[in-house]
């Protein structure tokens, strides 16, 4: 690799504000000794199952979340109890890649201090959730000696980078996975508070310098990169902070168009919180990337708000500041203005579920996972296989789990395996379902407003009866389930998206794009299922008699203009019932 220069501004001993001024968060970080916090003598506290003060927010930038099972909550209130608290942990798994040693470890640490088993995220890595306070130590412990560890898996830092490439596909998905792990290496921080607390290494002298790239405050906010290869949309590029799509000719990888300031969350009480899909404003060689997503993120260190922690996000700055001083401040920081990006076409976003070959012989097999959750029998099978199975495997960003690497002459036996084992069907789920994402949302998710992965299999059933009355069972359309707005499962860049509200009620979101480049709009406020059917119900019908050939479901809402109506209000479904709920047995 061509060496390239470090763009890294270190702004640790130079901020230009007084922290005095600053959101409570940042005053947090200030004050948290390069997040440490008071986390190593809370963790000791016998009393509670809960850590105090401001740890719990510490804690993120080291992986964990608190959390109570909501479940629980009333019940134990009731009883006196304090909250059933419990902790998440989520692993930073560059690229999603693991060995199937590294998946039996995690499988038996999950089995040992975890509740309902392993959970695949929708940033391809795996989180492990109902962990007790005294088990968090042995725990961490037990990640490492697997080669693991959860630094900056939350927190405002760099998240987890993905990468939609399967490195075994080809020479240029190897070199993109390369520069998505280097990437991963370069962004994340250094301090030693991981180590001590977690590892219970001795302290090493602490100061300014100790984590340099990010300073003492981090971050403004979350920072999260991501990595495509055209014509794969799979790890949605435009809802990424930084986006790097693949430009490739033939077999020689030439570089990557720069996206910028995509993002998901928003607030439903504030306007000026939406979602935002990144744009294209260049090109970088490929050897640089690494060095460029540091230097973007620095730029959102410097410039992004660090008063109003719901316009932090880096979306913000740049709608506040502008693109042309992005550039500028690029062009200024790298010793040159970008290139201009370059064409790109993508075809879907989503996985491609079933055999691949790669280009050198070998195979590669894409099992389906409900809503990433490996729990119950699910888990033993996995475990069975992976006890015989000795290759890799592939985290995606759908949630779902890849066997890579398979020489072709094993490729029979594997396939027996997983038919003795009963996780073929898996390779070719039903097609619907397979298109669907959810994300955790309750019991855990302390932000969730309403169900998403344990409503979602009921959910399907119905969307799937729906579309069967207007012969639509062939045509697949992205649809994504949230428990709140702040959008895990990526909803806005669905075709078909429900976002939670209230207990049984959501926002129901139309028209994103199959290709996930094109937002999708809020069509009808606080619905439950009887009124969310009723309103699919004829634009099913009118797809299904109008559409053009091929023509995908959002592409068709946009194209008829059945988007451009009034928002739907809760009072005039009311006013208007149709005969649905009996059609569908509701
Ligand atoms: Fe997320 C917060 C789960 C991907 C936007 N997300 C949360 C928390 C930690 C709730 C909390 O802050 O207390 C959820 C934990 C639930 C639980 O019990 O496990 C949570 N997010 C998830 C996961 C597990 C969803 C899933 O079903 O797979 C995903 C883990 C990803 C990972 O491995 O790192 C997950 N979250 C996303 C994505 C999708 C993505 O990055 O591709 C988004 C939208 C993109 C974006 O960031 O804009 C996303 N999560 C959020 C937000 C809104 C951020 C914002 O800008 O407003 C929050 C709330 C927050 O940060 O304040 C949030
Ligand atoms: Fe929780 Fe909301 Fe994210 Fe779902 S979208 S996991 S409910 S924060």
Redesign the pocket.
């Known amino acids: 690799m061509s060496q390239r220069p470090s763009f890294t501004v270190d702004r640790s001993s130079d901020l230009s504000q007084p922290v005095s001024e600053l959101h409570d968060n940042e005053k947090l970080k200030a004050r948290s000794n390069y997040l440490r916090g008071t986390i190593a003598g809370g963790l000791k506290d016998s009393v509670t199952g809960a850590v105090p003060g401001d740890d719990p927010l510490l804690m ?1 930038f080291h992986g964990i ?1 608190q ?1 109570d099972d909501r479940d629980l909550r009333s019940d134990r209130a009731r009883r006196k109890l304090e909250p059933l608290y419990q902790f ?1 942990v ?2 930073r798994i560059p690229g999603g890649r693991l060995s199937a040693a590294q998946w039996l470890g995690i499988d038996r640490l999950a089995r040992r201090f975890a509740e309902r088993g392993l ?9 492990l ?1 109902g962990v007790r306070k005294w088990h968090l130590q042995l725990l961490m412990q037990g990640i490492r000696d697997l080669g693991l560890d959860t630094i900056a ?2 927190g405002d830092d760099s ?2 980078v ?1 990468c939609g490439a399967n490195p075994a596909l080809s020479t240029v998905h190897r070199r993109v996975a390369e520069l998505a792990t280097a990437t991963s290496q370069r962004l994340i921080p250094k301090t030693g508070a991981y180590r001590e607390i977690w590892y219970e290494e001795s302290a090493m002298p602490s100061g300014a310098s100790e984590d340099p790239t990010y300073g003492p405050l981090y971050l403004p ?2 920072f ?1 990169v ?1 990595y495509a290869i055209p014509p794969i949309n799979d ?2 590029v435009y ?3 930084l986006g790097l799509i693949a430009i490739v000719e033939g077999d020689t990888l030439l570089g990557f168009n720069v996206c910028v300031g ?6 439903d009480n504030r306007e000026d ?1 939406y ?1 935002r899909l990144a744009e294209q404003l260049g090109f970088i060689e490929a050897d640089e990337a690494p060095a460029f997503a540091e230097l973007v993120m620095g730029i959102q260190r410097d410039f992004g708000d660090r008063k109003d ?2 316009r ?2 880096f ?1 913000y700055t740049l709608d506040r500041l502008g693109n042309d001083w992005f550039l500028a401040e690029v062009a200024a920081r790298r010793g040159q203005p970008l290139a201009p990006a370059q064409p790109v076409t993508f075809t879907q976003n989503g996985d491609q579920l079933g055999w691949t070959e790669g280009a050198d012989g070998r195979w590669h097999g894409t099992l389906y996972i409900e ?2 959750r490996v729990q119950h029998a699910l888990q033993d099978q996995l475990a069975a296989l992976f006890q015989q199975y000795g290759g890799r495997i592939r985290l995606t ?1 759908n ?1 779902n789990l890849q066997l890579t690497d398979v020489p072709p002459e094993t490729l029979a036996q594997l396939q027996n395996r997983l038919d003795d084992l009963e996780l073929a069907h898996r390779l070719a789920p039903e097609e619907q379902a397979a298109h669907t ?5 309750l ?6 407003m309403a169900e ?2 344990r409503y979602t299999p009921a959910f399907l059933d119905l969307f799937n009866r729906l579309k069967a009355l207007h012969g639509l069972q062939q045509s697949p359309m992205t649809l994504r389930i ?1 428990g ?7 909803p806005y860049l669905a075709e078909i998206a429900l976002t939670g509200r209230a207990p049984g009620l959501y926002n129901l979101y139309l028209g994103g794009s199959y290709h996930g480049d094109r937002l999708a709009q809020l069509y009808a406020g606080n619905v439950d299922e009887v009124q969310i059917t009723e309103l699919l119900d004829p634009l099913f019908e009118s797809y299904a008699r109008n559409r053009h050939a091929g023509e995908h479901f959002g592409d068709y809402l946009v194209r008829s203009g059945a988007l451009e109506q009034q928002l739907v209000t809760t009072t005039a479904l009311q006013q208007s019932r149709s005969p649905q709920r009996n059609r569908l047995n509701i």
């Open positions: 993120k979340y959390q998440m989520r692993m959970r695949i995220t929708t940033r391809q890595t795996i989180q959730h898996a939350c998240r987890g993905v906010r979350k999260k991501g790890i949605d809802g990424q902070d995509g993002g998901m969350g928003q607030l919180s979602p922690r719901h932090a996000r979306k809503s990433g960003t949630q994402l959810s994300c955790v949302a019991p855990t998710c302390g932000l969730a998403a992965e949230t709140c707005p702040n959008g895990c499962a990526r």
